[in-house]
């Protein structure tokens, strides 16, 4: 009787052991201002461009609760007579979390995990000011929406599979930047499918990789000029349902020895991405977009005397909106100090395209 008794009472601490968790909340957030002198005029632009305040609640040992709020540019609204638009509102992340240390599961606003910077965007985590132009336009960071996530580790291998809602293919051209719904009607016929894997096997180093795809809802589109591929009569519209995406993208960091080393390159593949310009007669078609960016940089601190972290870098990158086209090349020179590990001072120097680049910036995370 005694034995069975124990074991019940052992079998019952065992299953309620999360019930002694004491639930926690942490309040944190990121920020970021940028001095821009980007053009040959020689005016700058100081703008405190991102603020976010980050919020969790931890239930218990497995079940969390995640989320973003930022505000961008100062200020929601517009300033007509001094023609600024003002920035906006938005809920980036806001998801119930489930770990038990080898899988998890995510449902609510969620990033789409797809390269580096889109995950992993606070301003100390990468050296430039600006977040890497390659991300506006290829990997368009901050791309959220809402979904579901299931992930993982297995030994040095992190895998993770996101479904989160259709892009508007109607809004895809050079690039799918203008097709994020950002979690505002976004529709699922056929979800933006994400699988993305790590391997994290040697000291120092991050080697990953991802692939989204999606079947973007679209309306058919009217060629107004001369005949296209694809039409039969001049001005007849060309049936489609959907702008088929398929991103691909592969990133590696290295951070040892005071070493930075951080690639990434991106590929997008489209079908049906037609679309009218006012630069053009008829319809125009973009069959690709790809870049890539890479950072090299060393930790000077030591051989400064200096306290804290002294990263003299470069970035040599290229993207192109369309493969047709001719690509922007970007070519940059910079000194990132970090007096403490969550706060970051930057300078930067180069040339991206025909425009001449000075940029500084502030950023810190908590």
């Known amino acids: 009787m005694k034995k069975i008794l124990l074991i019940t009472l052992s079998l019952c601490a065992f299953l309620c052991a999360d019930e002694f968790v004491e639930s926690s909340s942490t309040f944190g957030g990121?920020?970021?201002?940028?001095?821009?002198?980007?053009?040959?005029?020689?005016?700058?632009?100081?703008?405190?461009?991102?603020?976010?305040?980050?919020?969790?609640?931890?239930?218990?040992?497995?079940?969390?609760?995640?989320?973003?709020?930022?505000?961008?540019?100062?200020?929601?609204?517009?300033?007509?007579?001094?023609?600024?638009?003002?920035?906006?509102?938005?809920?980036?992340?806001?998801?119930?979390?489930?770990?038990?240390?080898?899988?998890?599961?995510?449902?609510?606003?969620?990033l789409v995990p797809a390269g580096i910077t889109n995950e992993y965007h606070e301003p100390p985590t990468f050296m430039s000011v600006e977040r890497p132009e390659y991300n506006k336009y290829i990997i368009p960071s901050t791309w959220f929406d809402?979904?579901?996530?299931?992930?993982?580790?297995?030994?040095?291998?992190?895998?993770?599979y996101t479904m989160v809602g259709d892009l508007n293919g109607n809004d895809i051209g050079e690039g799918i930047r203008s097709g994020r719904m950002k979690?505002?009607?976004?529709?699922?016929?056929?979800?933006?499918?994400?699988?993305?894997?790590?391997?994290?096997?040697?000291?120092?180093?991050?080697?990953?990789?991802s692939l989204t795809m999606n079947d973007a809802p679209a309306d058919a589109v009217a060629d107004s000029g001369d005949c296209g591929s694809g039409t039969d009569d001049c001005g007849n519209a060309i049936t489609?349902?959907?702008?088929?995406?398929n991103l691909f993208e592969v990133n590696a960091t290295y951070t040892k020895n005071n070493i930075y080393a951080r690639?990434?390159?991106?590929?997008?593949?489209?079908?049906?991405?037609?679309?009218?310009?006012?630069m053009t007669t008829g319809l125009t078609e973009v069959s690709s977009s790809s870049g890539y960016y890479l950072d090299l940089g060393y930790n000077v601190a030591d051989m400064m005397d200096c306290d804290g972290d002294l990263y003299v870098w470069t970035r040599t990158s290229s993207y192109s909106k369309n493969d047709d086209g001719s690509a922007k090349d970007i070519s940059l020179f910079g000194v990132t100090f970090k007096p403490t590990s969550n706060v970051a001072i930057k300078f930067e120097t180069g040339e991206a395209g025909d425009s001449d680049v000075m940029r500084m910036g502030l950023g810190y995370m908590f």
């Open 146 to 160: 809402n979904g579901f996530s299931f992930y993982g580790s297995m030994s040095d291998i992190n895998w993770n």
């Open 263 to 278: 690639l990434e390159y991106g590929l997008i593949d489209y079908t049906d991405n037609l679309h009218q310009t006012a």
């Open 30 to 110: 990121y920020g970021e201002m940028h001095y821009d002198m980007e053009g040959n005029d020689g005016d700058g632009k100081l703008d405190f461009h991102r603020f976010i305040i980050y919020y969790k609640h931890q239930f218990d040992g497995e079940w969390s609760m995640m989320s973003e709020v930022e505000i961008e540019h100062n200020m929601v609204g517009s300033l007509e007579a001094l023609g600024y638009k003002g920035g906006y509102v938005a809920l980036e992340q806001a998801f119930l979390n489930y770990w038990n240390g080898d899988w998890g599961f995510k449902g609510g606003v969620l």
């Open 240 to 245: 489609r349902d959907a702008v088929g995406v």
């Open 183 to 209: 979690g505002f009607g976004s529709s699922t016929s056929s979800w933006t499918k994400t699988l993305q894997a790590s391997w994290m096997g040697m000291e120092g180093l991050k080697v990953g990789g």
